[in-house]
């Protein structure tokens, strides 16, 4: 395996987004984390000469369900793999009439509809409380927003993801109703996703896919897998040519934000005091406070 290094960037979201022209393979990671295996090996790569983790969120083949990826070893793994921040790619349902199949949204606000996923790194007896009020990093959305504006894609700047349990798709009265909550877009990934990267001090942001119009539509066709295949494979072109933009611009590299001093004052106890069994799973996480 390629030696580790610091400053990398991750990118959780299908395979076919690996297929990036001037991307410069250099090695697989299979990194096993204290909560499991990952969905998959990580890719690590190069582009624009930065080092990039790829990590297909539903696995190989797209054999893992959004109930049922295992999200604490998928974003420890990116952890272990000296990730920085994380791009976020998630195809997603459109709530609102302007907001199209085939655009693109940045989102900056997360509402969690799901229930019966492990949420958390710190289950105790180490316990921590981080902020998820601005659950997206600001800096890294913004350089995302200006990639998709700079490749031409009909881009929405922020915007309210309410994420569902899944794996089927809404009701009437559900997409209505979320429709009613101000909700722009609906999926069924980005959370405990958000979560667990604010936890690991990991910068994360989401370019959202829009792939249909949800059920809400009465002059739509209703979602199906089908339409959204169709969608989707336009969609992860214009991603391809996003991230070849993100990574080329030259600011892009540098962040001053706070995401990576989450647990500064967020854990509820005294490190000293503990002992390596309720340390040893979270490590990674909190080394740089012992």
């Known amino acids: 395996m390629s030696q580790l290094t610091p400053h990398r960037t991750g990118i959780i979201g299908g395979s076919g987004l690996y297929h990036i022209d001037g991307v410069e393979v250099i090695d697989t990671l299979a990194i096993d984390t204290p909560y499991g295996a990952p969905s998959g090996e990580l890719l690590l790569a190069r582009i624009a000469d930065q080092e990039v983790v790829f990590l297909p969120r539903h696995g190989p083949g797209h054999t893992i369900p959004p109930h049922k990826i295992n999200y604490r070893a998928n974003i420890h793994a990116m952890k272990l793999a000296g990730v920085k921040r994380i791009i976020s790619i998630s195809a997603v349902g459109s709530l609102r009439k302007h907001i199209h199949p085939g655009d693109f949204v940045l989102v900056d606000q997360f509402v969690d509809r799901t ?20 659950p997206v990093c600001n800096q890294l959305r913004s350089a995302l927003t200006q990639a998709c504006q700079s490749a031409g894609i009909n881009t929405h700047d922020g915007g309210r993801y309410l994420v569902m349990q899944g794996p ?30 604010r936890e690991a001090e990991i910068c994360y942001a989401t370019v ?57 004052h967020g854990i509820f106890a005294d490190l000293k005091k503990l002992d390596d069994a309720a340390i040893r799973p979270v490590h990674a996480l909190i080394e740089r406070l012992l």
């Open 115 to 134: 229930h019966g996923r492990e949420n958390t790194f710190f289950d105790g007896p180490l316990v921590a409380h981080v902020s998820m009020a601005d």
């Open 168 to 197: 089927q798709f809404s009701s009437r009265a559900e997409s209505e109703l979320y429709r009613s909550w101000g909700m722009d877009v609906i999926g069924m990934t980005n959370l405990p996703e958000a979560k667990l990267a």
């Open 208 to 264: 959202a896919m829009c792939t249909d119009y949800d059920c809400w539509h009465g002059q739509e066709e209703d979602v199906s897998v089908q339409s959204i295949i169709e969608i989707m494979q336009s969609n992860v072109t214009r991603a391809q040519q996003m991230l070849q933009l993100f990574f080329s611009a030259p600011q892009q590299g540098k962040s001053d934000c706070a995401c990576g001093e989450a647990l500064e």
